[in-house]
């Protein structure tokens, strides 16, 4: 799979051993509604939703924000939506969440992230392929980049944040 740039997986392996990974993905900041207003946008015209947020998909202590992206070098438009990671309770000094009141300040690090290339899809279709890209995104970079582990971040209770 060509992953526009971003780390590539190795899907043999993750398929090998997926079933080891059990993940309950929460989409309560990106529901169907929001899905089809911005799905309903791209098609009327591709260029206006370029780097827009879309919402997030949150997974134990793992945030995965989701935007629209093109990749194209050409007048074309190539558009993707990405998937940027980024872990709770990692203090690399990449950043801190801060409420108006100064409570819930959670260090936070950003851990790259992968794409879904398929604009076609109904919102149920979007949730199943963006939960095996994401889950096949956690296992894979597990540990790769950082000290800290994907896949028990993702297996962590949900930290909305």
Not at 30 to 56: F, Q, T
Request: proline residues 2%; charged residues 30%; aromatic residues 14%.
């Amino acid at each position: 799979m060509n992953y526009n740039g971003k780390i590539k997986t190795d899907t043999k392996c993750f398929e090998k051993n997926k079933k080891d990974i059990n993940l309950d993905f929460d989409w309560s900041m990106l529901p169907e509604k929001v899905y089809n207003k911005y799905m309903n946008k791209y098609k009327k015209d591709a260029w206006s939703i370029v780097d827009e947020y879309v919402g997030n998909i949150s997974v134990g202590e793992l945030h995965f924000n989701v935007l629209f992206r093109n990749y194209s070098d050409t007048d074309e438009p190539e558009i993707s939506l990405s998937y940027d990671c980024y872990v709770a309770n990692e203090d690399t000094g990449y950043g801190y969440t801060l409420n108006d009141d100064g409570s819930n300040n959670i260090p936070y690090d950003y851990a790259d992230g992968t794409d879904c290339n398929n604009l076609t899809l109904s919102y149920k279709e979007f949730k199943e392929e963006s939960e095996k890209l994401l889950k096949e995104f956690i296992f894979i970079n597990d540990k790769k980049k950082t000290l800290y582990s994907l896949v028990e971040k993702a297996k962590k209770p949900l930290l909305q944040w």
